[in-house]
């Protein structure tokens, strides 16, 4: 009997965004039990579902389009998975849509590029003074930075940056950030040298962008 | 007032392991709040990740929110940085479901597995926003009850709780929320007609006077409502188990499904609280297990199950239930825990069948170092069969033995505590004979306390220099490859003890310790002695009186008024069979009148350890 690969792309909201990548993948694991699917398990001494998150999403991040790929080792047509999962997930947790993924393709995490971020952040700085900011930050040839006591440039893992809306008290910032393995931004990164660190910021990432299989 | 998550999300990015506080998990119910004019709040005084596996707080949540009008949340212990957090923004303690403050619920009630979490009940109350002596609160409050094993001495904390049900919540639960139901008035009133609920303590209805040398006098109801003794609560029946588990959605202690087979233990060590205040064995039929079982798996997706008992060898069942487990979930990759296994050839088939050909770890228990000790405290099992289980176990490929020892036992001499050191060696012996290099040995040596309601409640302590030095010597000879020892820390047992064994004046004690800053007791991190000896101090009681003094026959224990079904003239026997050196077998081959078929008796029902009609009635 061959396995089936399912790619769930999904959203993460309320309660879940606390739960760390690992907190996922169980969750995954367990939504696939209650189910009643069968999860194919990787061999070896300790038996695990196996399951493959495209990119581990920080602990506070909200999410609309993550994605997951999940092994069942009984093969079931695609919308009645969907509709078993989506009866059985934990509030937080929503499948967006489910393809199948042929079993040759590369793994996952290999394939994710960037990932596209929506960022809210208050702050008292006048507007124009952001999108100053911002244009000087992408005109920048070289933004070197240090991470964890280890010197890195920012600006080549910013593919795009905007002020998408501007409230007040408050702005709306796009972000396109590299997120290759050894290469990823991270959006708190960006508003650390836009200075905009200091006010409260909710991060929500839009989706994940696929190299061409 | 609803707490939004809004609200909290400020908060929660920077604390420590924000999911701890925000619910939302797979099995938690969320009911109509308008539409449930009875609302409990369940309250664990420790962290998430500890209360998430208490069994007595979700056989209470699933109950309650099964009854017609009722609603059932749950909170935490909140972690310092939290607590410090909630505080600053002017937020109160709330509920997981419904994010309501606690204040918002009818009744509070606090499970109470341990004493060294009594700290975290006046953090608790007050981050609620409410007064933390029950004196101070009244009708406009919610009624704040405890239950669970430390309830069985409720004295220490009487000041703050409005009343305690001892012994089994199930039914009591019921009938406290039933009778908080029809008495919606005068608090006075409602504790009144709690009082008269089976099981149910009301200390305020109760005076206690003192000899001149601090020890109890008498204890003796102030109105004629109030009962004595307070019989412990019994359910002749265990109620079928909750098998729509919460599942948490961060990892937690124990994170997988529970079935209690069975309650109570027919072994008798002379030193478990449990086994004294849990019985009579009270055992689930075989099928119940294994449908309980197939529910949990279907509704939670855990790939885990632990069977819960104070001694998993004891169910009658126990063969055939693994063999039908294993049998079921063939394909299933299921790992079945069985706790509390006693050191003999069955057990140890029983660990190897449940490890499903991929064995881990045994535990022993052995409590003691030598056989004299060992039938001292009605353990009793020879050394020799001990290491030949020890070699069973390596040969049917576990690598790992953990053995459990305390220290401090009545009647033990340096030679007991040589005796742990030369059994610790010779298990590592074994170990690498059959499984060479790879063979560990963990040896978890814990401090005996003397609990309530037990054969040793007339002992003393052992002395904190006693205790440290024996810890010492243990680590010193007990180390090197394949061994890891653990041990704790013996400033935090005397507290305990105290905290265990207390009556109702430490009430002061624990107030002053938590204005001083004292909470998360039992986390090695926060217990600050000082603290608790400052408080000592300020009150003028003497903690030694009551720890270190060996008690006479005749004296008055502060929970004496308590009867748990075990009779305090049972227990004397044993304590004095225990200093003769002598054990007995297992109760269900020969029944010793404990006193609990004469005390509940006409509650027999299948299952039960006890032989119908007993012997005794």
């Known amino acids: 009997m061959t396995p089936q690969r399912l790619r769930i792309t999904y959203a993460v909201d309320g309660p879940l965004r606390y739960a760390s990548n690992l907190d996922l993948v169980r969750a995954w694991a367990r939504a696939t039990r209650r ?18 998150n495209g990119a581990a999403l920080p602990v506070g991040f909200s999410a609309r389009g993550e994605m997951v790929d999940l092994w069942l080792s009984q093969r079931v047509e695609i919308a009645a998975a969907r509709q078993a999962l989506a009866a059985v997930l934990p509030a937080g947790l929503a499948i967006r849509h489910v393809v199948e993924v042929d079993e040759a393709e590369p793994a996952l995490p290999t394939r994710v590029q960037a990932a596209e971020y929506a960022v809210t952040v208050e702050t008292g700085e006048p507007h124009h003074e952001i999108r100053q900011r911002v244009a000087n930050l992408l005109s920048a040839a070289s933004l070197p930075r240090e991470r964890r006591g280890r010197p890195y440039d920012l600006r080549p893992l910013i593919e795009e940056l905007a002020v998408a809306q501007e409230r007040a008290g408050a702005v709306l910032l796009h972000m396109r950030l590299a997120a290759r393995e050894g290469a990823t931004g991270r959006p708190e990164q960006v508003l650390d040298a836009l200075g905009l660190e200091e006010g409260f910021f909710t991060i929500c990432r839009q989706r994940l962008l696929l190299s061409e299989g | 007032m609803v707490i939004s998550l809004d609200q909290l999300e400020r908060l929660l990015l920077h604390v420590q392991r924000p999911g701890r506080y925000v619910g939302g998990e797979v099995n938690a119910i969320r009911k109509d709040w308008d539409a449930h004019p009875f609302r409990v709040c369940l309250a664990f005084p420790d962290v998430y990740e500890l209360g998430m596996s208490n069994l007595g707080l979700a056989i209470l949540y699933d109950i309650l929110n099964n009854q017609d009008g009722v609603l059932a949340e749950r909170t935490y212990a909140l972690w310092p940085d939290m607590a410090a957090a909630m ?18 619920f009818d009744l509070v009630g606090f499970s109470l597995p341990c004493e060294v979490l009594y700290t975290n009940v006046l953090e608790m109350l007050d981050l609620a926003g409410l007064p933390l002596q029950s004196a101070e609160r009244d009708e406009r409050h919610p009624l704040v009850i405890a239950g669970g094993h430390a309830a069985f001495n409720p004295e220490p904390m009487a000041d703050f709780f409005d009343a305690f049900v001892v012994g089994d919540g199930e039914e009591a639960i019921v009938e406290v929320v039933r009778t908080c139901q029809s008495e919606r008035g005068e608090r006075l009133e409602l504790l009144l007609a709690l009082a008269q609920v089976p099981g149910v303590y009301v200390p305020r209805f109760y005076d206690v006077s003192y000899h001149s040398d601090g020890t109890v006098a008498e204890v003796a109801p102030n109105r004629p409502q109030a009962p004595l003794p ?30 209690e087979i069975q309650r109570g233990c027919t072994r008798g060590c002379r030193f478990c609280h449990a086994g004294m205040i849990t019985r009579p064995v009270r055992e689930r039929p075989l099928e119940q297990v294994l449908q309980a079982v197939d529910q949990v798996l279907h509704h939670t997706g855990y790939e885990e199950i632990a069977l819960l008992s104070l001694s998993s060898a004891d169910y009658s069942h126990i063969g055939e239930l693994v063999a039908a487990l294993n049998e079921r979930y063939a394909e299933h990759p299921l790992t079945i825990s069985l706790p509390s296994l006693r050191i003999e050839s069955f057990s140890v088939d029983l660990a190897d069948a449940v490890s499903r050909g991929r064995p881990t770890g045994f535990t022993f228990a052995p409590e003691a170092g030598t056989e004299q000790l060992r039938e001292r405290i009605n353990k009793p099992i020879p050394t020799g069969q001990m290491l030949e289980v020890a070699q069973e176990t390596f040969q049917r490929g576990f690598r790992t033995i953990k053995l459990y020892f305390m220290i401090g036992l009545p009647g033990e001499t340096d030679d007991d505590v040589a005796a742990i050191i030369d059994l610790s060696h010779q298990v590592r012996a074994i170990g690498r004979r059959v499984q060479g290099r790879k063979a560990q040995v963990n040896v978890s040596v814990s401090t005996f306390i003397p609990k309530p309601h037990t054969p040793f409640q007339w002992h003393p302590l052992a002395a904190l220099e006693e205790i440290a030095a024996k810890q010492r010597l243990i680590q010193q000879r007990v180390r090197g490859r394949g061994f890891k020892v653990s041990w704790n820390d013996c400033r935090l047992t005397r507290v305990e003890a105290t905290l265990s064994r207390g009556d109702r004046r430490l009430g002061a004690v624990i107030c002053r310790a938590w204005e001083q800053g004292a909470r998360f007791d039992g986390w090695g991190e926060w217990f600050d002695e000082d603290v608790w000896s400052a408080a000592f101090r300020a009150t003028e009681l003497d903690p030694a009186s009551y720890l270190y003094r060996q008690r006479t026959r005749g004296e008055v224990f502060p929970w004496d008024h308590f009867h748990t079904g075990v009779r305090k003239a049972y227990l004397w026997s044993e304590w004095q069979y225990s200093l003769a050196g002598r054990s007995w077998p297992d109760c269900r081959q020969a029944c010793y009148h404990c006193g609990i078929m004469s005390e509940f ?11 119908q009609g007993g012997s005794e009635t």
Do not use: K, M
Request: charged share 15%; net charge positive; hydrophobic share 40%.
């Open chain 1, 35 to 52: 189910a009643g699917l069968v999860p194919l398990y990787s061999g070896g001494f300790n038996a695990r579902p196996r399951i493959q």
């Open chain 2, 601 to 611: 008796g006409d509650l027999w029902a299948p299952g039960w350890g006890c032989p």
């Open chain 2, 87 to 104: 505080r600053q923004a002017g937020l109160p303690l709330y509920s997981l479901e419904s994010y309501r403050p606690v204040a918002d």
């Open chain 2, 230 to 259: 307070i019989r412990r609560r019994v359910v002749p029946v265990l109620p079928p188990p909750p098998t729509r588990q919460l599942v948490p959605n961060i990892a937690v202690a124990h994170d997988r499904g529970v079935v």
